[in-house]
């Protein structure tokens, strides 16, 4: 059984088609990101413009590298998918009723069913895309723009939050401090590679919340340290670097310590970690470290598929139709706003 997915939650467009037997078999993504860059962050408006131009052409390309054709030669031709899921939240409305529009009406052309997936759980997955795959039960480190959850994944659906950021999430933290120090939109990754020159240990960030028991977290704080620090000093290269790398470890420990605290407290022998910040070097490091500490496994996406795809979302809609039988939903509801526990 052949799934398409299609993922337009934020400035991705991303398409994926997934075998039940052979796994991924295509897969297409376009970024946004030289559209809102002049704009120091997404325009929602300007993104479901994008979505509009972007997907068909997209979906296109997707199928006919799996093999099949958007077109059907006649009523009697089988469609090019068994299923369409797509992503229902959360994330830009805007953006999300272009995905949702766009699946529902192939799937009515191709008379197959559909599905509304949670972004947040196309992330969890990811890691079971590619070999070695996690076994459920595993804690879940998702790191995005938009959100920073720890997750208990006892099985397939079954998901219970353990601790979320109850400010910023930590892709946003990344994003404000490089734009303080005027890095290029989104300022992740040019802060992390800024980092790898600066030393760590130059500026004595504080680690929110790690003092306090629970597994929330909290970056405003951290946020504030970096921009008296950046307020007093000369603005060298070398301050630029320091500064970068000092947050980045700042960081990097809170995560580190909030993982092993709930390592201990649920007993699970592995971590998942998904999200655009997973692609992140340092904190990579450490994990790999913490894990031959602890006695734990580690798994993470490959880069590619820590970010945004549409491979995450064919795969959670493989697996749901997979379960369900291939039923359709009902209605569609999209959700800008939605808990991973109430899935
Ligand atoms: O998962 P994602 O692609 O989109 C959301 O669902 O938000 O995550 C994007 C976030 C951005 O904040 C970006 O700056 C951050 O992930 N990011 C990184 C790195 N690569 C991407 N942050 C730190 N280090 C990186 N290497
Ligand atoms: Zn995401």
Known sequence: MRVLGIESSCDETGVAVYDGELGLVAQELYSQVELHARYGGVVPELASRDHIRKILPLIDKVLRASGRDAH?????SPPPVDGVAYTAGPGLIGALL??????????YSWEVPTLGIHHMEGHLLSPLLEPPAPAFPFLALLVSGGHTLLVSAKDHGDYRILGQSLDDAVGEAFDKTAKLMGLPYPGGPHLA???SSGNPRAYEFPRPMIKKPGLDFSFSGLKTSVLLAWKACAKTASDKADIAASFQEAVVDTL???????????????????????ANVAL??????????????VFFPPPRLCTDNGAMIAYAGWLRFRDNGFAS?????????WPLDEL
């Open 329 to 337: 939903e009902t209605q569609s509801q999209l959700r800008p706003r």
């Open 193 to 195: 590679r800024l980092a």
């Open 256 to 278: 580190v310590i909030k993982v092993q605290r709930a390592l201990m407290q649920t007993g699970y022998g592995a971590v998942v970690v998904a999200g655009g910040v997973g």
């Open 284 to 297: 990579r490091e450490r994990l790999v470290a913490l894990a031959t500490e602890t006695g734990t496994e």
């Open 72 to 76: 059907r030669a006649s009523p009697d």
């Open 98 to 107: 272009v995905g949702a529009t766009v699946a529902r009406s192939l799937a």
